[in-house]
């Protein structure tokens, strides 16, 4: 036989092989080859990119952020990375809304791969904090429902909305001059929020238009990708190919809703008022929007249509695996039974949802599996405390490596794959943990800079 037959048969064994290997996800390789797609797995494969583990997620505000935060926290545990997290004093936010800078970040948590807790965005800082090939992103929302969620839940902390007779909508977007003032509390939650969050100037007025274009450049200059939160699966998609990513490193449960009767239908009329009265913001939108889909149509409809596809049919797989077989019913807080899964309740005229486990099916878990399914769906306070606790202990115990006897360093690291199995009995819930992120780029914003508090509303994870 001569050499360039025995080359090809073993070619042939050695693809049956992988191929059969890889078993679940041989359905996912045909499907991309067919379309011609870039390659989709479930699993690290020799030969492909390595995954950029570095990176700087801005967390705006009202944009499914904390869905958002939420992976990136998990991903981080997954592969051993040190999330850059708050100081005690900042709450889970980094002293937010005042400009970011690296005193905020809590010293048992440096040097970072990963920041995402809320903050205003300061490029400068963040450049001195993260290492020179990190990569930034950030997700935006549609200015309506934006505006109308940032209203219903800021109404008790903003000092603008709380003036607003009944507090109603209508009222104040028929005279939002008459109520705002640059100088009140939380003032930064009443106008050109996003803006603020990226650290541009969310006072500067509509007729400005110089300044809306070089900030909307700045923007683009700085951040990779900027996902939209009405089409956030496929932000996703466009997500897992820049940074190198597997299908099970974006699987995610949407977190921090608001229940139905929580929120209010905006007619045409309010929602053309809303985007003048946040003028930039709206500008920031649609020039990122229109960016979003010409990315997507350049890595090709047909196959981010796959992916998409393919990464829902991955999540159910996994919340049937946490949930007993079923999908998860949203709950109240006061009806969740595990206060580590309890979401945080803005005010009581605003109801926040979350998830519970059914018990029946968490004595069953394997203490990987367990882990993984309460970490899918908490809430962002809670989460953050439990990994500061967690990278905390890896940080004194490396310390202590310096000065005595080599250990391993400890690990807090969820299982890759997203089926859960069941074997012995779960460990004790853990503690509770969450964060914040904003982002900043050009001249800060006129008004609040405000003072550092121990508690901050909290920002939430809702689509349009």
């Known amino acids: 036989m001569s050499q360039k037959k025995i080359f090809l048969v073993f070619l042939a064994i050695s693809t049956v092989s992988l191929l059969l290997h890889h078993g679940g996800h041989l359905s996912w390789t045909i499907e991309a080859l067919h379309l011609g797609c870039p390659a989709l797995s479930s699993h690290p494969s020799p030969g492909l990119k390595p995954k950029h583990t570095n990176v700087v997620f801005l967390k ?30 900042c709450s889970h936010q980094f002293c937010y809304p005042r400009s970011f800078t690296s005193h905020f970040v809590h010293p048992h948590t440096l040097p970072p791969n990963i920041v995402t807790n809320h903050m205003r965005f300061n490029k400068p800082e963040l450049q001195h904090l993260m290492p020179n090939d990190t990569i930034y992103f950030t997700i935006l929302r549609e200015p309506g429902s934006m505006f109308e969620s940032l209203f219903t839940y800021y109404n008790q902390y903003c000092q603008t909305f709380k003036k607003v007779p009944n507090g109603s909508l209508e009222a104040f977007l028929e005279e939002p001059m008459r109520y705002y003032k640059t100088d009140d509390k939380y003032s930064m939650y009443a106008r050109n929020t996003l803006t603020f969050d990226l650290g541009g100037d969310n006072n500067r007025p509509a007729a400005d238009a110089s300044y809306a274009r070089a900030f909307v450049a700045e923007v683009e200059r700085v951040f990779s ?16 190919h ?20 929580s929120k209010r239908s905006l007619t045409p009329n309010l929602r053309s008022k809303i985007r003048n009265w946040n003028s930039l913001d709206a500008r920031l939108y649609d020039h990122f929007n229109a960016s979003l889909w010409r990315q997507l149509s350049a890595l090709g409809h047909a196959c981010v249509a796959r992916e998409v596809r393919l990464l829902r049919q991955a999540q159910e797989r996994l919340m049937r695996s946490c949930f007993g077989g079923g999908m998860p019913l949203l709950r109240s807080a006061a009806q969740i039974k595990n206060k580590d899964l309890r979401p945080w309740q803005p005010s009581g005229k605003v109801d926040i949802v979350g998830y519970d486990l059914p018990m029946n099916v968490s004595h069953g ?32 115990r490396s310390h202590q490596q ?26 004790a819930a853990p503690g509770s943990a969450s964060g914040t992120g904003s982002t900043s780029t050009l001249k800060p914003a006129v008004g609040t800079q405000g003072q550092v508090t121990k508690v901050e509303p909290k920002s939430s994870q809702s689509q349009a």
Not at 225 to 240: G, Q
Not at 242 to 261: A, G, P
Not at 413 to 423: A, F, I
């Open 225 to 240: 990708l900027v996902m939209i939160a009405e089409y956030f699966d496929e932000s996703l998609v466009l997500l897992r």
């Open 402 to 427: 310096q000065l005595h006897t080599p250990q391993q360093p400890v690990r807090t690291v969820l299982p890759r794959h997203p089926q859960v199995h069941r074997s012995q009995p779960p460990p």
């Open 365 to 396: 878990f394997s203490s990987q599996a367990q882990e993984l399914c309460l970490k899918l769906i908490m809430p962002e306070v809670q989460y953050t405390r439990v990994l500061l606790r967690s990278q905390s202990l890896r940080y004194r």
């Open 242 to 261: 820049l940074l190198s990513w597997d299908l099970d490193d974006i699987l995610y449960v949407k977190l921090n809703m608001r229940t139905q009767n």
């Open 60 to 89: 705006t505000h009202k944009t499914a952020s904390t869905t958002m935060q939420n992976l990136l926290f998990r991903f981080a545990e997954r592969n051993n990375l040190t999330v850059a997290l708050p100081v005690q004093a």
